[in-house]
């Protein structure tokens, strides 16, 4: 579970402590009540805990059986996890005590190290009964931190209270804040008192879980859960940005001209917290301004933008210590959304701007269950008609929509002015939906099943992952099928978003430090940088492993293929917020663009494609001040690009260093940039 929620769900964990009872059985809901999963804690004899753990989702989830032995301290004297990941692969890993060495094997890591008595293991793998265990751990121990294997510290804290009852039964819970695991706090609720255990978890805008029996309060404690960590964002905000004050001047800056793709000689640029006032040659000084900022010829850009990314409100910060100041969000919860929205607006959390597309999925047993969910066009209307008045500008299909009313869907949606896009509905090819209206295709595996389908292919299902990666690495690009493919996205003037950062998994295998991450693994806490050693798919032999890997270079040749044929595409990830459009940058380097050419496509091809060019994605006096001050040149080494000194955006300054610092990731800038508050003799400076 842990490879599944890490890049998704920001790592969720539960608690477990003294059970009220031998076994607890808990629900897992989506956010729109459909059950989705359970989870079983069962306590068989004293220190033997046995879970059981099963979600589905979108049609793929994991699937867990656990044990755990423990001390009296609440660590582990062993423990054994086997079943399936979220993409079918296998898991098993054993961990286990002796003569006071701690060790431990799975298919990605074996290692061992001196054991403290106390210390509890993290595995590679885990369900969230996992956490539970911590619970009880940092109980027994009285304590607020807990030594973690192999690394790190867990440190909880309550953060608010309540009661519920049902009939006779009245349970006080408290809501528990867990540090130290992924780059976000975690949240639970637990009863109270000396037979404490896990009581609910929710997912805020995806998923919630509840001890079976209490649904009808899983309303109640998410909005308290909701107000509980707005406190805990909006402190953030105060104390990690910096509003811009007046006039400010940033000198001797090279300016990265995204329209053009070029970079500019140094050069002295103004704005203040709304717009960018003036460009001037290094030489001219003609305003007045109240501070300064010495950029020592360093590159100045636009704000990044990522056109494919699920934000929520703690993954937001990943984007924006990454340069990343505008996100196009494709499917959510929408009541979640609105609700980011107008905090983002307020100021009161710290995120990227947000462009909504709107997320319009058919009813089946493989539905995704953010945004709408529909089964005739005249509900698919009035989702578009929903999405249109709440300033939505593009339209998102997904996998179980109904193709039989894809083409009227798509002409209602073009009269109101919005695009759409997204994913291929199943029992369709990606040629029949751009024949049918779709602007724009999303993800690499969408686009390459169009050669790899029949009619009866069910993309709803593993196969629209699996079988790209058997079958792309044989594919002939000079083929008179492929060449017309790419002659009608070109006429049409499809988008295509690869995501090929997302898709990195399809060759991966447990054990295999993450191409997309190597570079930033040594940045993440401990933790982080292991998950990028764990593999998602079946991968059975060697044979099959080159196959796969065969198979995503191609996926990145013909990302490269159609840029130099004509097809626009844009930068989107799909992936860990922020770091993965940098992954994605690169890899567009690798499929043959210049480094100046995948830095447009960030910034001003995707604000032309986002409907956003006239305040967005090139620095230019009138345009909205969203720039970032980059300590290298990726222009010439796209890496540079993670090097992110300043961001300026929506009225404040954000400094990287510090943002990274407060989620435990090593700073990528030596020596950030100071921001000098000019005297006032120096305020009528005049020309040069």
Do not use: C
């Not at 808990?26 to 999963?37: K, R, S, T």
């Not at 959390?349 to 709107?358: D, L, M």
């Not at 992952?465 to 070109?490: G, H, M, N, T």
């Amino acid at each position: 579970m842990r490879r599944y929620i890490l890049f998704f769900l920001g790592a969720l964990s539960i608690s477990f402590g003294a059970l009220a009872a031998q076994k607890i059985k808990y629900i897992i809901l989506m956010e729109n009540g459909i059950q989705a999963g359970f989870q079983t804690i069962e306590k068989r004899k004293p220190n033997t805990v046995v879970t059981s753990f099963d979600f589905k989702e979108n049609g793929r989830g994991p699937t867990y059986q656990e044990v755990y032995q423990l001390d009296d301290l609440g660590g582990f004297k062993s423990f054994q996890i086997k079943g399936t990941s979220e993409m079918g692969s296998k898991v098993e890993e054993h961990f286990q005590i002796k003569n006071g060495i701690a060790s431990w094997h799975s298919s990605a890591e074996s290692a061992s190290k001196p054991f403290s008595k106390g210390q509890v293991y993290i595995p590679m793998d885990s369900s969230w009964g996992l956490n539970a265990l911590l619970i009880e751990a940092l109980k027994k121990r009285r304590s607020a931190t807990l030594p973690l294997l192999p690394s790190g510290q867990l440190k909880m804290q309550s953060i608010a209270r309540t009661s519920l009852k049902k009939g006779h039964r009245q349970l006080h819970i408290e809501l528990l804040m867990q540090t130290g695991l992924g780059l976000s706090p975690q949240f639970f609720w637990a009863t109270t008192g000396a037979k404490a255990h896990l009581f609910a978890v929710i997912l805020p805008g995806y998923s919630l879980m509840i001890e079976e029996g209490w649904q009808d309060y899983l309303t109640e404690l998410n909005q308290k859960q909701n107000d509980a960590e707005k406190k805990i964002l909006q402190l953030r905000a105060q104390t990690l940005q910096k509003n811009i004050e007046g006039i400010v001047l940033i000198k001797n800056a090279r300016i990265f001209q995204s329209d053009t793709a070029t970079v500019s000689e140094p050069s002295n640029i103004y704005f203040n917290k709304d717009y960018i006032l003036g460009i001037y040659p290094k030489e001219q000084l003609p305003l007045q301004a109240g501070f300064e900022i010495d950029a020592k010829n360093r590159l100045l850009m636009p704000g990044l933008f990522d056109m494919h990314t699920h934000i929520n409100r703690w993954s937001a910060l990943y984007s924006m210590t990454s340069g990343v100041t505008s996100i196009r969000d494709m499917g959510n919860s929408n009541r979640e959304l609105q609700e980011m929205i107008t905090e983002v607006n307020a100021g009161e959390i710290i995120s990227p701007r947000i462009i909504a597309a709107g997320f319009i999925e058919g009813k089946s047993e493989y539905s995704s269950y953010d945004g709408i969910l529909i089964e005739t066009l005249d509900q698919a209307k009035r989702a578009i008609d929903w999405y249109k008045s709440n300033g939505y500008r593009h339209i998102k299909i997904y996998n179980s929509f109904p193709k039989e009313i894809v083409q009227e869907t798509t002409a209602y949606a073009h009269t109101l002015g919005l695009t759409v896009g997204g994913h291929v509905p199943a029992f369709m090819t990606a040629k029949e939906a751009v024949e049918m209206g779709f602007n724009e295709i999303n993800h690499i595996n969408q686009l390459l099943l169009t050669f790899l389908v029949t009619p009866q292919t069910d993309t709803r299902t593993l196969d629209r992952f699996y079988l790209p990666a058997q079958k792309i690495a044989d594919l002939d690009f000079e083929s008179k099928e492929v060449k017309d493919f790419i002659d009608l996205l070109k006429t049409n003037k499809v988008v295509v978003d690869p995501t090929l950062t997302a898709f990195e998994f399809i060759q991966q295998q447990d054990g295999e430090m993450s191409k997309a991450y190597e570079s930033i693994a040594p940045h993440m806490p401990p933790d982080v940088e292991r998950s990028f050693k764990v593999g998602s798919m079946l991968i059975p032999d060697e044979a099959t492993a080159q196959t796969y890997k065969k198979s995503y270079l191609k996926m990145i040749e013909f990302t490269g293929l159609l840029y130099r044929s004509g097809v626009p595409i844009v930068a989107g990830t799909d992936a860990l917020p922020g770091f993965s459009l940098h992954s994605e940058l690169a890899l567009y380097v690798q499929a043959g663009l210049t480094p100046s050419e995948a830095l447009k496509v960030a910034s001003f091809d995707a604000a032309k494609i986002a409907g956003v060019e006239r305040e967005l994605g090139v620095i230019k006096s009138g345009k909205l001040s969203d720039m970032i001050l980059i300590d290298g040149d990726p222009t010439l080494n796209i890496e540079d690009i993670r090097k992110v000194d300043l961001v300026i955006t929506k009225g404040k300054y954000i400094f990287p260093n510090d943002l990274n610092e407060h989620i435990g990731i090593k700073p990528f800038v030596a020596q950030p940039t100071l921001i000098k508050k000019l005297p006032a003799q120096a305020l009528n400076t005049g020309l040069n």
